[in-house]
């Protein structure tokens, strides 16, 4: 009869200095990358906070420029109509 094989124990054993050192280091690297990533949402914020009063001077401009637009044709009309009224005064007999 056969004994059953015994289980192997394999047992790292880590000094601790680098248990200590590599805690800090992985602890180190994760407030730096959240400092990182708050940082990128700042700036992210404020791309979209720059991008929402650009949308809204573009959209005051467009509509100054239809104002303006709409001024013109109304002038451009009256110029029609004087001219038409002028022209029509010269054409008559005296």
Do not use: C
């Not at 790292?12 to 050192?21: E, G, N, S």
């Not at 001077?57 to 009256?78: E, K």
């Amino acid at each position: 009869m056969s004994n059953p094989p015994t289980p192997k124990i394999v047992d790292f054993k880590l000094p601790l200095p680098w248990l200590i050192a590599a805690s800090v280091s992985i602890a180190a690297f994760m407030v730096t990358l959240g400092w990182n990533a708050s940082a990128q949402s700042n700036k992210l914020d404020q791309l979209i906070a720059a991008n929402t009063k650009l949308e809204k001077r573009l959209d005051d401009r467009d509509t100054r420029l239809d104002t303006l637009r709409d001024q013109f044709y109304a002038i451009q009309r009256i110029s029609d109509t004087h001219s038409l009224r002028i022209t029509a005064l010269e054409s008559r007999p005296k």
